[in-house]
Structure formats: structure tokens, C-alpha cells
């Protein structure tokens, strides 16, 4: 079982930027893809980004050119950059784990809202 913690969310401009983190510990050398996926109000879950074990990253369209993750395998953490948010950005960040047996771990969330 892998527990993820996410923190970093925040009220923020358009056009500003926020860094989130996500913790992971527990069984974590089962984790084969790490991922960021957001919910706006009344809206579906959607996938944002990914990193595979291998660090390969992949990207929704919409956060092409603005967002970035990225880990650090020491500390045993995801993060997203967040740049040149705009206010259809906002929505709760979930940080999602898959394992090799396609098992998915999810964290408690963490707010995002851009607005003047």
C-alpha cells in the first residue's frame, strides 16, 4: 500500500505560478507511474501529467507548455509547476500512484484557485 500527501495549493493570480508536492511513502518500490490529476467544480477527474519510473513524462494538452513534473527520488516526491495559471486551472489536485498490477493510490487533494 503506498499513502500520498499533497500540499502547495493555494489562491494565486492569473498568470502566477504555484509548486505542488506530493509525499509518497509506504510500498513505494511498487509504484511504476506517478501522476497529477485535477477536479474542477462539477466537472469530471482529469489526468494533467505523468511520470513513469523511467522518467518519462507526458502531459494534457491543455498544460502543455505551462505545467512541468518532475520528482526527486531521494526525498521520495512528485511535484507539478504550476505557470501562467489561468482561471480554468483551478480545481482540487489530486496526486495518483500506479502500480505494476495497475493498483491506483490517491491523495486527500489539494485546492487550486486562480482568480483576481
Known amino acids: 500500500q503506498v499513502q500520498l500527501v499533497e500540499s502547495g495549493g493555494d489562491l494565486v493570480q492569473p498568470g502566477g505560478s504555484l509548486r505542488l508536492s506530493c509525499a509518497a511513502s509506504?510500498?513505494?518500490?511498487?509504484?511504476?507511474?506517478m501522476g497529477w490529476y485535477r477536479q474542477a467544480p462539477g466537472k469530471e477527474r482529469e489526468l494533467v501529467a505523468t511520470i513513469t519510473r523511467g522518467g518519462s513524462t507526458s502531459y494534457a494538452d491543455s498544460v502543455t507548455g505551462r505545467f512541468t513534473i518532475s520528482r526527486d527520488t531521494a526525498k521520495n516526491t512528485v511535484y507539478l509547476q504550476m505557470n501562467s495559471l489561468k482561471p480554468e486551472d483551478t480545481a482540487v489536485y489530486y496526486c495518483n500512484a500506479r502500480d505494476f498490477w495497475h493498483r491506483d493510490s490517491w491523495g486527500q487533494g489539494t485546492p487550486v484557485t486562480v482568480s483576481a
Open positions: 509506504g510500498m513505494i518500490f511498487t509504484i511504476n507511474v
